[in-house]
């Protein structure tokens, strides 16, 4: 039954979130709190996690998501099949549309109706992309726990603030380390991370 549910609750994500992997965290958030299986800040990390690794961060995050999930059937065997069915969840509909779309090319290549609902799309991706931006930023800058108690100094994550400020100069103002590959920053902030217990 899990890997029912598992399959479902990614399918939906995956029909829903047009824009890319990005486009899929808000659906993540959401899911987070339906169903269990993880927190808000699993999805966090698993963005983290998901941007330093390789492949598309929506089928990164179904696949870890789908792991745990299905490991808590069992051990490994459930562990893997429950990877397995979120990740078919997650890009079944992106491989229906496209089989679809290619069946019918001519037509749709044509049809300015379909022209025109591609081009509405578009504001709905971007603010399902700005919606995923915000909500890193926020869960990463601020304590949203602490806010009930009021805009205190205990509602900026500090080191967050510090970490997000020296990556954006070593990044961006400093000559001697601009041009250095994006990885090299990205195993630095894990490394920070860890060190400060971030």
């Known amino acids: 039954m899990i890997y029912l549910r598992l399959f479902w609750e990614f399918f939906k994500t995956g029909l829903f979130a047009v824009g890319g992997g990005m486009a899929t965290i808000p659906f993540l958030y959401n899911m987070a709190g339906a169903t269990g299986w993880f927190t808000r800040t699993d999805v966090d990390n698993m963005i983290a996690v998901g941007e330093s690794t390789p492949g598309p961060i929506g089928v990164n995050m179904a ?3 789908g792991y745990i999930t299905g490991g808590t059937q069992g051990g490994l065997p459930f562990s ?22 290619a069946s019918f090319l001519k037509a749709f290549r044509d049809n300015r109706y379909v022209d025109s ?10 603010g399902l992309i700005s919606a995923a931006g915000l909500s890193v930023v926020a869960a990463n800058l601020f304590d949203m726990e602490s806010l009930s108690g009021g805009f205190g100094l205990g ?14 100069v070593l990044t961006n103002k ?12 990205i195993l630095a902030s894990a490394v920070v ?5 971030m």
Do not use: C
């Open 63 to 65: 696949t870890y998501v």
């Open 80 to 101: 893997v099949l429950g990877a397995v069915v979120a990740t078919l969840g997650l890009i079944t509909p992106s491989v229906i549309v496209i089989l679809v779309i």
């Open 117 to 126: 609902a591609f081009y509405g799309l578009r504001p709905a991706s971007t």
């Open 155 to 168: 509602f900026f994550n500090v080191k967050g603030i510090i970490l997000a400020v020296i990556l954006w």
């Open 174 to 185: 400093v000559k001697q380390t601009k041009g250095l590959h994006p990885i090299l920053f």
């Open 193 to 197: 991370g860890i060190a400060l217990g």
